[in-house]
């Protein structure tokens, strides 16, 4: 029974890729037959596989972006911070919660656009802003708390 060659198996497996076998010397047999992993890892020496495609646009006048362009790993998608900037606008300091809720929709918008710089940019400053409003929300709640106190303690008794 003849066995097919390695070549002959890889074949149907790069048909719906971008990807070339490298030539191929022909290889001394070895005593020792080698494991599943290492004859694996050999098999896929000398491969030379296509970078990820990256944004089309990356011009965006924000230079504090944490992704370099001359990176070959393209970027996750930043969080958006969108339940901490509703949280944010419904039931601490509104005002910087309505920014804080226009720049996560902004992040979300900037992604679809391939502007990657754009969407970090928005994002940092969503979550700043939201982080703000809550604090400025939570020392107002407590001069309310505190004037009303105030207010109670001066008044006289019924």
């Not at 918008?109 to 502007?115: F, I, L, R, V």
């Amino acid at each position: 029974m003849d066995s097919p060659s390695l070549r002959d198996l890889q074949q149907p497996l790069l048909a719906g890729t971008a990807c070339q076998p490298p030539a191929r010397e022909p290889v001394k047999p070895e005593l020792v037959p080698p494991s599943r992993e290492i004859a694996f890892a050999e098999s896929l020496r000398g491969w030379q596989f296509p970078p990820p495609p990256l944004p089309s646009d990356t011009s965006s006048s924000d230079s504090d972006s944490d992704w370099d362009v001359g990176s070959p790993l393209s970027p996750l998608l930043p969080a958006d911070h969108l339940g901490l900037a509703v949280f944010s606008m419904l039931c601490c300091f509104w005002p910087l919660g309505i920014a804080s809720f226009c720049l996560a929709q902004k992040t979300n918008k900037a992604w679809a656009e391939g502007d990657v710089q754009g969407a970090g940019a928005a994002s940092r400053r969503a979550f700043l802003l939201g982080v703000l409003a809550i604090g400025l929300g939570l020392c107002t709640y407590a001069a309310a708390l505190v004037t009303l106190a105030a207010y109670l303690a001066s008044r006289a008794p019924p």
